[in-house]
């Protein structure tokens, strides 16, 4: 913590006061437990900005974000985030491994929304092998209803954190006991609750278990209940409301001239959303709302992003219909150049490889073990060329963009990631406000800094 003083002659508080090499300006140093001496000094001197360090810390910010503030008693003169205290390097990482094997890096971004990574990534790479067209329609519908079932667990975390932040522990354990209902789903299907890697180029890696149908619906009778739980404990909150109401505000004009997306785009009353503006996987045969409102602070995003849990509910009910009334199909493309690994069952190999595929490429054909060895270790080609695709994330719009020069590996891959973007409004959001509320703004934006330091 330190403080910036105007007073231009030779330092007089030992031990607290160093010179500014840029400005020559004297600031006050504090290691702790001697705030009152600088307070005293700084009293002294006629000062009374302060600059304060919030973070970087994970519990309140949802990853390692740093927040520089200059504050004059309690309110925020300014505000600056600093990022990159996570960085991961994932997105250069990538171009070192196979396309297959890309989607175990992009999973891990922001691994509160994963699904969408692999789902958006997946669709880029599909869409340079031009094989967009070839993808079982099973493998898509089980996507969206992944997708959407990530939605909510992620929404789950924004306002269980949020209200944690708050003080309010009991939307934290309402909301995380709604998304642990999501994740057991996620088990029951991939085989991990997080960091799944379960969409692949021109698929998925497995069908759904039997059952998994039935856990869906169960799952959502559970979602319910703890959102009603969620919506009891905020929406009548009387303290909530005077937290968030009214804070955080960002109009129409300054969501369009930083980029903004997602449910804070749209608490401007702008009913952008990339599944209706821009549908993929199918989108645009499925029933849903995309929910708005006019008045663009913090409240409004909650209950916009409530909102959008139910819609949510309601695109995996159709798909759990769809996925019934269609029964046991493929879910990889056919082209087995492509088909990484073979089809997948649990075998008594310990690694998932089906028995017939076992018995075919060890006891019949060479060619195939070959074939599938070659696939595993070096990958499938892709044409040369360049593209982009965007998917709905939780935060906003995802958009991926890939280069290939014909290898088995990406040239280049590059993710605009909504939290990075979204960013861009603490200083707007927060200054002039109180410092109580710049942790209300910052959850109301909901980053997620995995997605940002990638």
């Known amino acids: ?101 890309g989607v175990t890096f992009c999973t891990r971004m922001d691994y509160v929304a ?28 089980i996507r969206v209803m992944m997708m959407e ?125 990339v599944r209706k503006a821009e549908p993929y996987c199918g989108y645009e045969t499925y029933d849903f709302d995309v929910p708005t409102s006019t008045e663009a602070d913090a409240w409004s995003r909650a209950r916009l992003r409530i909102e959008e849990m139910y819609q949510s509910m309601r695109i995996v009910e159709q798909t759990v219909e769809r996925l019934q009334a269609m029964g046991p199909g493929p879910v990889m493309v056919a082209d087995k150049k492509i088909a990484w690994p073979a089809q997948l069952a649990i075998g008594s190999d310990g690694m998932g490889n089906s028995l017939d595929h076992i018995r075919e490429i060890m006891g019949t054909s060479m060619e195939a073990l070959i074939h599938h060895f070659k696939l595993v270790t070096e990958g499938f080609r892709v044409p040369a060329g360049q593209v982009f695709v965007s998917v709905e994330h939780p935060r906003g719009e995802l958009g991926v963009h890939l280069v290939s020069d014909g290898g088995t590996k990406p040239y280049r891959a590059h993710f605009r990631d909504p939290s990075f973007n979204n960013l861009q409004a603490v200083s707007m959001m927060c200054e002039g406000g109180q410092l109580a509320d710049v942790v209300v703004a910052v959850a109301s934006l909901d980053p997620v800094l995995g997605g940002v330091d990638r």
């Open 149 to 273: 079932l990530n939605r909510i667990a992620s929404h789950f975390v924004c306002l269980a954190s949020g209200g944690n932040e708050l003080g309010a522990t009991t939307i934290m354990t309402a909301g995380f006991t709604g998304r642990e209902q999501v994740l057991k789903v996620f088990e029951l299907i991939t085989g991990l609750r997080m960091n799944n890697a379960y969409i692949r180029p021109g698929g998925v890696v497995q069908d759904i278990p039997p059952g998994a149908l039935d856990a869906v619906r169960d799952a959502l009778t559970e979602i319910r209940h703890y959102l009603r739980q969620l919506e009891d404990l905020m929406l009548a909150n009387p303290i909530l409301q005077g937290r968030l109401k009214g804070i955080g505000y960002l109009g129409l004009p300054a969501c369009m001239a930083l980029g903004m997306t997602g449910p804070v785009l749209r608490s401007t009353g702008l009913p952008y959303d």
């Open 1 to 101: 913590m330190s403080t910036h003083s105007t007073h231009q002659g030779p330092p007089t508080a030992t031990g607290h006061i160093v010179d500014d090499e840029t400005t020559g300006i004297p600031s006050f140093e504090s290691s702790g437990g001697d705030w009152s001496d600088i307070a005293e000094e700084a009293a002294r001197l006629g000062e009374e900005r302060i600059v304060v360090n919030m973070g970087p810390q994970h519990p309140s910010t949802h990853g390692v974000l740093r927040l520089m503030l200059e504050i004059d008693g309690e309110t925020v003169t300014e505000a600056r985030a600093g990022i990159g205290y996570l960085h991961t390097g994932i997105e250069k990482n990538m171009e070192y491994r196979s396309w297959t094997q």
């Open 114 to 141: 994963n699904i969408f990574q692999e789902a958006a990534y997946c669709l880029a790479v599909e869409k340079l092998l031009g094989i967009t067209d070839d993808v079982p329609e099973r493998a898509t519908v």
